[in-house]
């Protein structure tokens, strides 16, 4: 008969050495298993409907894209000179030479030669703010606002000059909640005002508003979305005026932004759609916008040692031919 060798009776393999461990992968080990990746990014996305970050105020929901789409331009020379006299308060001059249009019916531009002179007053506390501002030809202008609360501030804007029925004056009352902040405003001309904004979502803010103007029988009421992540903003708004506007930021770097917007009034029947960027640089920032009305600016705004900052405005109107510029020096902080 043929031998037969059994497997339970086959040699078993030689032990391993002493000292001996089996390799294995320090990648392998350290990643966490698919399921436990899927719980982590399910721990991500959840939302805390409890601890939502409270919004950016009603009226800042387009702060971003302003700062890069509406830089102050001008014409002509600019001097400003602050000087602080203790860290609370301080004074300052302003000084301006130029050119103003002048409404016309034709597409001629009107210009001509102005100055002015400001001289102002600031006192800044950490629960109390106080700007004023008095021109040459004895206009007034007034800011002040106080923290009367934790969570409530009073603001007030004021604007008084000699010509009749053009003095402006308007009270704010704002209120800061956990994921939510509230605006009433009340100015002259029986105008009564409010809004509320509410965090929805970690990124996401709706709002609305509310306004009635009593000497011109007029009323209005907005509504307002913005979603902010750190690499972009998108807002929208739309009101009973007939405005709708869309503006959308992105965060290309720490230091290069670009945005664009689009206006539409419906009651002007004009629409208008933009683009700009805003580029910070060690030493500068440039920001420029180009829009489908033709008109093109660039504003350089140079730091040339601490303190001193060198400013130069260019505006270029392609359909009205019209072209505008200007320099300035800003001195101290």
């Given at each position: 008969?043929?031998?037969?060798?059994?497997?339970?009776?086959?040699?078993?393999?030689?032990?391993?050495?002493?000292?001996?461990?089996?390799?294995?992968?320090?990648?392998?080990?350290?990643?966490?298993?698919?399921?436990?990746?899927?719980?982590?990014?399910?721990?991500?996305?959840?939302?805390?409907?409890?601890?939502?970050?409270?919004?950016?105020?009603?009226?800042?929901?387009?702060?971003?894209?302003?700062?890069?789409?509406?830089?102050?331009?001008?014409e002509g020379l600019r001097f400003d000179f602050?000087?602080?006299?203790?860290?609370?308060?301080?004074?300052?001059?302003?000084?301006?030479?130029?050119?103003?249009?002048?409404?016309?019916?034709?597409?001629d531009v009107i210009k001509v030669p102005t100055?002015?002179?400001?001289?102002?007053?600031?006192?800044?506390?950490?629960?109390?703010?106080?700007?004023?501002?008095?021109?040459?030809?004895?206009?007034?202008?007034?800011?002040?606002?106080?923290?009367?609360?934790?969570?409530?501030?009073?603001?007030?804007?004021?604007?008084?000059?000699?010509?009749?029925?053009?003095?402006?004056?308007?009270?704010?009352?704002?209120?800061?909640?956990?994921?939510?902040?509230?605006?009433?405003?009340?100015?002259?001309?029986?105008?009564?005002?409010?809004?509320?904004?509410?965090?929805?979502?970690?990124?996401?803010?709706?709002?609305?508003?509310?306004?009635?103007?009593g000497q011109q029988r007029k009323s209005g009421?907005?509504?307002?979305?913005?979603?902010?992540?750190?690499?972009?903003?998108?807002?929208?708004?739309?009101?009973?005026?007939?405005?709708?506007?869309?503006?959308?930021?992105?965060?290309?770097?720490?230091?290069?932004?670009?945005?664009?917007?689009?206006?539409?009034?419906?009651?002007?029947?004009?629409?208008?759609?933009?683009?700009?960027?805003?580029?910070?640089?060690?030493?500068?920032?440039?920001?420029?916008?180009?829009?489908?009305?033709?008109?093109?600016?660039?504003?350089?705004?140079?730091?040339?040692?601490?303190?001193?900052?060198?400013?130069?405005?260019?505006?270029?109107?392609?359909?009205?031919?019209?072209?505008?510029?200007?320099?300035?020096?800003?001195?101290?902080?």
């Amino acid at each position: 008969m043929g031998a037969v060798v059994s497997h339970a009776s086959a040699a078993a393999p030689p032990p391993p050495p002493t000292g001996y461990a089996p390799f294995v992968d320090p990648a392998a080990a350290a990643a966490p298993p698919p399921a436990a990746e899927k719980d982590a990014a399910a721990d991500e996305e959840k939302v805390d409907y409890m601890n939502l970050p409270c919004p950016v105020p009603y009226e800042e929901i387009q702060r971003e894209a302003f700062m890069s789409l509406k830089p102050d331009v001008f014409e002509g020379l600019r001097f400003d000179f602050t000087k602080m006299l203790n860290p609370f308060f301080g004074l300052s001059h302003s000084v301006s030479m130029g050119s103003m249009e002048l409404p016309s019916q034709g597409a001629d531009v009107i210009k001509v030669p102005t100055s002015n002179y400001e001289f102002g007053a600031n006192f800044m506390d950490p629960k109390m703010m106080l700007i004023g501002r008095v021109s040459h030809d004895g206009r007034v202008t007034a800011r002040v606002k106080c923290d009367l609360l934790e969570n409530l501030c009073l603001k007030i804007n004021a604007q008084l000059t000699n010509e009749p029925h053009y003095s402006q004056g308007m009270f704010s009352f704002d209120y800061k909640g956990k994921d939510f902040r509230s605006q009433f405003q009340l100015g002259n001309n029986a105008f009564y005002g409010g809004n509320y904004i509410q965090s929805v979502t970690k990124n996401l803010s709706l709002g609305t508003e509310a306004f009635w103007l009593g000497q011109q029988r007029k009323s209005g009421v907005g509504f307002v979305a913005r979603y902010d992540t750190k690499k972009m903003v998108a807002t929208g708004q739309i009101a009973t005026t007939g405005l709708v506007s869309l503006s959308y930021v992105q965060k290309v770097s720490e230091k290069v932004s670009l945005a664009s917007d689009f206006m539409y009034n419906h009651m002007a029947k004009d629409v208008t759609a933009s683009f700009g960027y805003d580029y910070m640089l060690r030493q500068c920032r440039l920001r420029g916008k180009i829009d489908t009305n033709g008109v093109v600016f660039a504003l350089l705004e140079e730091r040339l040692t601490p303190g001193v900052n060198f400013i130069l405005s260019a505006e270029l109107d392609h359909w009205k031919k019209d072209y505008k510029f200007g320099f300035g020096m800003v001195l101290g902080e």
